[in-house]
C-alpha cells in the first residue's frame, strides 16, 4: 500500500520492502533519482529529513556559492547582499524579522539550516530545575553557547558535571560517566579479553537486529553489498559487491581467518597456561593482523612456539 508520504518524499522513490532497527523503527528501501539505492528511516522520510541520497543538497551548496540570493528570504532572514566568502563558502548579510543583521553562510540558508538569527525560542530553554535523568540531577544553567543550552548537574556518585540539554533530554545521557566504568569492569570480569580482543564476542555468530543483508558483518549501502569485519576495536573492510553471496564470501572467509584461528590458538594456549604459569608469563597470548599480497586479511599468532611445538 502507498501511503502518502511515500510519494513526496522529494528525490527518493520509496518501496514497501523496509527493514526494522534495534529500536523497532523502520527503514525502508529507496532509490534516488540519481540512481542511489538505501535504506532510510521511515521518520526522516515522513518528515523530510531526508530527500536524497545526498545529491540534492550538494546541488543546493553549488547554487548557494554561485546563485545570486539577493533579496530572496529563507524563513526570517532576508538577504541583503553579499557578505564575501570564507571557509564556509559565500556569506550573506542577511536581515531577520526581528531587526538584527547577521552574516550567514549561503549552505546554511539554501538548505534551511538557518531560519533566523537565533531570536527565537527553542525547545532547549525549557526549564528542566530539579529533573531527574537516569543518574543525574539538573540543577541550573551554566551557560548560553551557539544555540546550546549547558545544565550543570549533580550525579548520584557525587560527581558534579556541565552537561547539554540535548544530552539530557533527547541522547539520553544517563551519569557522568561512572556508569560505563562501571559496566566496562563489569564486561572485563564476566567475559575472557585477551589481546585487545573479547573471545567470547568472536565465538558469536549473532546477527545485530538492525542489519540490512541478514548476514553479519554484510550491508546494503548505495546499491551494493559492503562487507567488514571488527577485530581488536578495528574496523577492516573487506570490499564492495555487485551480488550478496560474494559479500558473504569475503566475510566468511574473515571470519574463518580471524574469530576461528583466534578460538583455536587462544585454547591452545590456555591449556598450556594453565599447566605451566611462568611460560605463560613469558609468552603472553598475542594476535597481529595484516594483510598479505592479494589484500586478504591474515593474522599472526604468538607465541609462534605454541604452534611449532617447540618449548
Not at 24 to 29: A, M, T
Not at 63 to 78: C, I, S, V, W, Y
Not at 176 to 189: D, I, M, P, V, W
Not at 216 to 226: E, L, M, Q, S, T
Request: proline share 2%; with cysteine; net charge positive.
Amino acid at each position: 500500500m502507498v501511503e502518502e508520504w511515500m510519494k513526496n518524499a522529494g528525490r527518493w522513490q520509496v518501496f514497501d520492502t523496509y527493514v526494522t532497527t534495534s529500536r523497532g523503527e523502520k527503514k525502508y528501501l529507496c532509490r534516488c533519482d540519481c540512481g542511489t539505492e538505501r535504506y532510510v528511516l521511515e521518520r526522516s522520510l515522513r518528515y523530510g529529513g531526508s530527500q536524497s541520497c545526498g545529491c540534492l543538497r550538494r546541488q543546493r551548496v553549488r547554487e548557494a556559492n554561485t546563485h545570486q540570493l539577493e533579496g530572496k528570504a529563507f524563513g526570517d532572514l532576508r538577504v541583503l547582499r553579499r557578505a564575501g566568502t570564507k571557509y564556509d563558502g559565500v556569506r550573506w548579510l542577511c536581515v531577520c524579522s526581528c531587526g538584527k543583521e547577521i552574516e550567514v553562510a549561503g549552505t546554511l540558508l539554501v538548505t534551511g539550516k538557518k531560519t533566523h538569527c537565533g531570536c527565537k525560542a527553542q525547545y532547549h530553554f525549557a526549564d528542566i530545575t530539579g529533573e531527574r535523568f537516569s543518574e543525574l540531577t539538573a540543577l541550573y544553567v551554566q551557560s548560553r553557547e551557539k544555540g546550546r543550552v549547558i545544565w550543570h548537574c549533580r550525579c548520584s556518585c557525587g560527581n558534579e558535571v556541565d552537561i547539554s540539554y540535548n544530552e539530557l533530554v533527547y541522547s539520553h545521557r544517563k551519569s557522568c560517566g561512572c556508569r560505563k566504568e562501571a559496566h566496562e569492569k563489569q564486561l572485563h570480569t564476566t567475559l575472557t579479553h585477551v589481546s585487545g580482543t573479547s573471545i567470547d564476542a568472536v565465538r558469536s555468530k549473532k546477527t545485530p537486529v538492525d542489519n540490512t543483508s541478514g548476514t553479519k558483518g554484510v550491508y546494503f549501502i548505495r546499491g551494493k553489498y559492503v562487507a567488514k569485519i571488527v577485530f581488536q576495536k578495528k574496523v577492516y573492510y573487506l570490499g564492495s559487491y555487485a551480488v550478496i553471496e560474494e559479500a558473504i564470501a569475503a566475510r566468511r572467509k574473515a571470519e574463518e581467518a580471524l574469530f576461528d584461528g583466534t578460538v583455536v590458538h587462544y585454547e591452545h594456549w590456555k591449556a598450556r597456561a594453565d599447566a605451566d604459569p611462568h611460560w605463560a608469563a613469558e609468552n603472553p597470548f598475542s594476535v597481529c593482523v595484516g594483510r598479505n599480497a592479494s589484500g586478504e586479511l591474515e593474522p599472526t599468532f604468538l607465541p609462534t612456539a605454541l604452534w611449532k611445538g617447540q618449548k
